[in-house]
């Protein structure tokens, strides 16, 4: 498969995939009572246990700057809307890169 | 405010529609920039401009598309990709689940085209504004002009991303961890957040040292999930 039909394809299949969630499971979940609390609980970590899962290498495999840089954005993010988290997070890494770290 | 069952039916459609638009526009204003980072971002990755403003157009939903770019890769790693922008969009089950009762009483296509708009925002301010029947003119008020300046934003980023020659020399590569890092402190009410947070990202550095991509984020979503589990309490659930 060349690499442009494989992103088309899988374009499709998030649409398709996502869609599925948005409207599948009002025909499903609406008919179910309460869940399990435990899957109830699953299913609430999942957000921040993916999202956890994909930014932590990022944060803290890749180089000094940005361990440094994630701990300030974290920190900054208890206090700031997001964009002003974005620019603190954002400027401390170019600050710390342009100082050799 | 709740107002009254049935009153919904009583809301003039147009300005319903008007007031749903008075509410989104804060968050339009805010999301502006993420749309045209992800633009951006996605031409950084290879992708062209179509496929960019497809993948807005098509999957509509930021945080998982944002997951979808940062693994993008050659070979693509299709099921990876797959498996974990469904799971960031789980939440949009429960969303699905509790607003879809609300929206019962619109026609089938109205109701199947406003499910494919569901979004944080759009749960939130209409979950808040009805406690009966949701009004389609509201809902579609938030949730139209809202699909509208993502799918434009990404086009003005895609277009204006392969200009950039190097994203580094910006911190622009940065932008993306910065953002996650805000939306995971976001879910910090939530319980056990902290545990779940530590265990997910233990997991995934040690996997992402010791084997490298893509299963990293596989097995720390999944200790993160089983952190949760073990730590849930009887009867604390209804939090």
């Known amino acids: ?101 | 405010m709740l107002d009254p069952p049935g009153s919904a039916s009583r809301e003039a459609p147009q300005r319903a529609f008007l007031e749903g638009l008075r509410d989104i526009t804060p968050i339009i204003i805010a999301t502006i920039p993420f749309g045209i980072i992800f633009g951006a971002l996605g031409a950084q990755q290879g992708l062209t401009l179509n496929e960019n403003v497809l993948m807005s157009g098509l999957v509509f939903a930021g945080a998982s598309q944002f997951v979808a770019l940062e693994l993008w890769a050659h070979p693509l790693p299709f099921w990876s990709i797959l498996l974990s922008v469904l799971a960031v969009n789980l939440r949009l089950v429960l969303y699905s689940a509790a607003l879809g009762r609300k929206m019962a009483h619109w026609p089938p296509l109205q109701l199947y085209a406003g499910l494919g708009l569901l979004t944080d925002p759009a749960y939130a301010l209409a979950e808040r504004r009805y406690a009966e029947r949701v009004s389609a003119g509201y809902y579609f008020g938030i949730t139209v002009p809202l699909y509208v300046n993502w799918v434009v934003t990404t086009g003005i980023g895609a277009i204006f991303g392969n200009l950039i020659p190097d994203p580094a020399l910006f911190g622009l590569d940065f932008v993306v961890t910065a953002y996650f890092i805000h939306m995971i402190a976001g879910f910090r009410s939530r319980p056990n957040a902290g545990a779940v947070v530590l265990a997910s990202a233990a997991v995934s550095v040690a996997i992402y040292l010791s084997f490298g991509p893509p299963w990293h984020f596989a097995a720390g979503a999944a200790a993160g999930m089983a952190a949760a589990v073990a730590l849930v309490r009887p009867g604390s659930a209804a939090a």
């Open chain 1, 1 to 101: 498969l060349s690499d442009v039909v494989e992103g088309l394809l899988l374009i499709a299949a998030l649409a398709i995939g996502t869609y599925g969630l948005r409207i599948g499971c009002h025909l499903v979940l609406s008919r179910l009572g309460r869940l399990d609390p435990r899957v109830e609980a699953a299913l609430d970590a999942v957000p921040a246990a993916v999202m956890t899962a994909i930014v932590a290498p990022l944060a803290f495999a890749t180089g000094a700057a940005e361990a440094v840089a994630a701990i300030v954005t974290a920190i900054a993010s208890l206090r700031l809307p997001i964009l002003g988290a974005l620019v603190i997070g954002v400027g401390t890494v170019v600050a710390l890169r342009a100082a050799g770290l």
